[in-house]
């Protein structure tokens, strides 16, 4: 027994909701296939040898990328106020080295073989570059949307750095609420 009331409809899901889970799952079976493919060729302890090599290679990777960031980050924030900022290319690239590294310690080949990719320079470098610029294309067009005009006035501050104190009065309270008759607490703490 319905009523005239409508039923509501779920909303609809997004692409990506849908083939991401789709494109992990094709992921792990392709490699499991490839293990398998290699353990047949060359033997389950190599296999086992390449995935330990490849676990410790990364490891590695991370770590160093990681005190590298730690350094990096250090020498910032000891830096005397104005001076200036050291643009050499040592602080660039760590993220995508970290990300290499844990692509290393996955197991699996393809993740392997992506992970040595990305510890080349000449592939981190254009890799890099090419996030940048779409993640700048994202923030344009996000700036130019509905919420653009908020991120601007969040951040408007009067040039001469001064506050001027004061309290909001709502016109559309009652009158009664706005005059209690009482003193008002001060505008300062």
């Given at each position: 027994?319905?009523?005239?009331?409508?039923?509501?409809?779920?909303?609809?899901?997004?692409?990506?909701?849908t083939?991401?889970?789709?494109?992990?799952?094709?992921?792990?079976?392709?490699?499991?296939?490839?293990?398998?493919?290699?353990?047949?060729?060359?033997?389950?302890?190599?296999?086992?040898?390449?995935?330990?090599?490849?676990?410790?290679?990364?490891?590695?990777?991370?770590?160093?990328?990681?005190?590298?960031?730690?350094?990096?980050?250090?020498?910032?924030?000891?830096?005397?106020?104005?001076?200036?900022?050291?643009?050499?290319?040592?602080?660039?690239?760590n993220?995508?080295?970290?990300?290499?590294?844990?692509?290393?310690?996955?197991p699996?080949?393809?993740?392997?073989?992506?992970?040595?990719?990305?510890?080349?320079?000449?592939?981190?470098?254009?890799?890099?570059?090419?996030?940048?610029?779409?993640?700048?294309?994202?923030?344009?067009?996000?700036?130019?949307?509905?919420?653009?005009?908020?991120?601007?006035?969040?951040?408007?501050?009067?040039?001469?750095?001064?506050?001027?104190?004061g309290?909001?009065?709502r016109?559309?309270?009652?009158?009664?609420?706005?005059?209690?008759?009482?003193?008002?607490?001060?505008?300062?703490?």
């Amino acid at each position: 027994m319905t009523t005239g009331a409508p039923t509501p409809t779920a909303p609809r899901r997004s692409r990506a909701r849908t083939l991401v889970p789709l494109g992990i799952a094709a992921w792990l079976v392709l490699e499991i296939w490839l293990l398998t493919l290699v353990a047949e060729a060359a033997g389950g302890f190599a296999v086992l040898g390449l995935l330990v090599g490849a676990g410790v290679l990364g490891a590695m990777v991370i770590k160093r990328a990681g005190r590298r960031a730690f350094t990096n980050l250090t020498e910032t924030l000891q830096q005397q106020p104005g001076a200036a900022v050291p643009t050499g290319s040592s602080g660039k690239g760590n993220g995508l080295l970290m990300l290499g590294g844990l692509l290393l310690m996955l197991p699996g080949l393809i993740s392997d073989a992506l992970g040595l990719l990305l510890l080349l320079p000449p592939v981190r470098s254009r890799l890099g570059r090419y996030t940048e610029r779409s993640l700048e294309r994202r923030m344009r067009a996000a700036s130019s949307g509905p919420l653009g005009n908020a991120f601007q006035q969040a951040r408007i501050h009067r040039p001469d750095g001064k506050v001027v104190q004061g309290e909001v009065i709502r016109d559309d309270a009652p009158r009664s609420d706005r005059d209690t008759g009482g003193p008002r607490p001060p505008l300062t703490p």
